[in-house]
T-cell receptor, first 113, second 112 residues
Framework: KQEVTQIPAALSVPEGENLVLNCSFTDSAIYNLQWFRQDPGKGLTSLLLIQSSQREQTSGRLNASLDKSSGRSTLYIAASQPGDSATYLCAASRRTGANNLFFGTGTRLTVIP | NAGVTQTPKFQVLKTGQSMTLQCAQDMNHNSMYWYRQDPGMGLRLIYYSASEGTTDKGEVPNGYNVSRLNKREFSLRLESAAPSQTSVYFC???????????FGPGTRLTVT
């Protein structure tokens, strides 16, 4: 079974700061890794997906990297804004029939104006 | 496209009652999934369906049944609800030739 861990559980930063969210997984034979954003009481919004053959993906101020050998992924947010405040979830899938996602418990980010 | 839709958004049940959570997607995806989200835990897979007519158990299937009615719809049924099934339930779908999973808005279920 794939175990996914996200540290820290919560993070507060002042507006404008660059920040890094961390995700680690136990099984390096992942199919892909997906980062999501979840606002309170809402569903999951997909931010970035990194296939197992890729090292990173970028979308606007977001950059996600993947290092399978060390079992780590990072989500870099540049020039943070109060609207970035949310819980960020990382999820890894294994090469199984289901290709289901194994989720971390998330990092709750607060960007202070 | 509406993407993945779920009904109802909220539900309160008494212990022993039954209900069905509905999920539909309009993206012509093959695979569909049901997850539950509990405080302090990551989302966990309940059941999934790799294609119309097939369903398989996930990590936490006990107390649930599913039906893949057609390619668009995947329902989750609680036959006799228990307080331990109080959770937020998410449906997701994925194209079998793709990688990304798309999630619905969730159903918040409370069992008293």
């Amino acid at each position: 079974k794939q175990e996914v861990t996200q540290i820290p559980a919560a993070l507060s930063v002042p507006e404008g700061e660059n920040l890094v969210l961390n995700c680690s997984f136990t099984d390096s034979a992942i199919y892909n890794l997906q980062w999501f954003r979840q606002d309170p009481g809402k569903g999951l919004t997909s931010l970035l997906l990194i296939q197992s053959s890729q090292r990173e993906q970028t979308s606007g101020r977001l950059n996600a990297s993947l290092d399978k050998s060390s079992g780590r992924s990072t989500l870099y947010i540049a020039a943070s804004q109060p609207g970035d405040s949310a819980t960020y979830l990382c999820a890894a899938s294994r090469r199984t029939g289901a290709n289901n996602l194994f989720f971390g418990t998330g990092t709750r980010l607060t960007v202070i104006p | 496209n509406a993407g993945v839709t779920q009904t109802p958004k909220f539900q309160v049940l008494k212990t022993g009652q039954s209900m069905t959570l509905q999920c539909a997607q309009d993206m012509n995806h093959n695979s569909m999934y049901w997850y539950r989200q509990d405080p302090g835990m990551g989302l966990r897979l309940i059941y999934y369906s790799a294609s119309e007519g097939t369903t398989d158990k996930g990590e936490v299937p006990n107390g649930y049944n599913v039906s893949r009615l057609n390619k668009r719809e995947f329902s989750l049924r609680l036959e006799s609800a228990a307080p331990s099934q109080t959770s937020v339930y998410f449906c997701a779908s994925r194209l079998n030739t793709g990688y990304e999973q798309y999630f619905g808005p969730g159903t918040r279920l409370t069992v008293t």
